[in-house]
C-alpha cells in the first residue's frame, strides 16, 4: 500500500508542468521572467532580492532554489502552473517526479563575462578576483551538465537567444509562446522588450 502511495504521488507530480527559466548568469534570465509575467505567466519569486541598477526590472529571484543541492524541493508544489528563475548550475538538482519545460537562455559568451564584471564593480566587489578564462571555463561547465541532465531525463527545452530578442522580438517571443503553449499573450510580451537594456555589447 505504502508503495502505491508513492507511485500515485509521482504521478500527480506531473498533472501541472514547471516552466524553468534558466542560463547563465547575466544571460537574460530576468528579462525572459518579466515578459512572461506580461504574458500571462505567474512568476513564483519572493522578492527578497530588491531591483538594482544592474536589473532595473527586478531580478525575479525565489531564495529558496539556492537550497536545491541540499535536498530543500519542498516548494516545488508552489512552482506548478508557474515559472521559477533557476540558474543553469541548479537545474540538475530539480527531483524527476515533476514535469518541467525550461526555456533556457543563450547570450554570447563575452557579453555574459562583461556584465558580469560590471555587476561586481557596481557593488565594489573584486571583478579581478577570478580570470574571465576560469570564469568562462566553470559556466561552459555547467552548461554541459545541465544540458546533459535534460537530455536523460528527457526534460523539453527549448535555447533563447538573448541577442536574437532583443534584435527580432516578434520571433523569438512567438518561439517560446509555440514551446510554451499556455495561450500566452504575446502583444503584452513584446511591450517588454527593451533595447535600451542591451549593455555590454560586444559586436
Not at 517526479?97 to 573584486?126: H, T
Request: with cysteine; aromatic share 8%; net charge positive.
Amino acid at each position: 500500500m505504502r508503495l502505491f502511495r508513492n507511485f500515485s504521488g509521482l504521478f500527480s507530480n506531473k498533472q501541472k508542468t514547471i516552466v524553468v527559466v534558466s542560463g547563465l548568469p547575466r544571460s537574460g534570465t530576468s528579462m525572459m521572467m518579466l515578459l512572461l509575467e506580461a504574458g500571462g505567466l505567474q512568476p513564483l519569486t519572493d522578492a527578497v532580492r530588491a531591483a538594482d541598477d544592474d536589473n532595473p526590472k527586478g531580478y525575479y529571484e525565489f531564495e529558496r532554489v539556492k537550497k536545491l543541492p541540499k535536498g530543500d524541493v519542498e516548494w516545488l508544489p508552489l512552482a506548478q502552473g508557474k515559472v521559477i528563475k533557476i540558474i543553469a548550475a541548479l537545474v540538475p538538482y530539480l527531483p524527476p517526479s515533476y514535469a518541467y519545460k525550461v526555456l533556457f537562455m543563450r547570450r554570447a559568451m563575452p557579453e555574459i563575462l562583461a556584465s558580469q564584471q560590471k555587476m561586481l564593480l557596481n557593488r565594489g566587489e573584486d571583478a579581478d578576483k577570478m580570470h574571465p578564462d576560469v570564469i568562462a571555463h566553470l559556466f561552459e561547465k555547467h552548461l554541459t551538465e545541465v544540458y546533459s541532465w535534460m537530455d536523460s531525463q528527457n526534460v523539453k527545452y527549448l535555447n533563447v537567444d538573448y541577442n536574437l530578442m532583443l534584435k527580432d522580438p516578434c520571433q523569438e517571443v512567438t518561439r517560446v509562446s509555440r514551446f510554451l503553449d499556455s495561450g500566452l499573450d504575446e502583444k503584452a510580451m513584446l511591450v517588454k522588450v527593451d533595447p535600451k537594456l542591451y549593455r555590454q555589447r560586444i559586436g
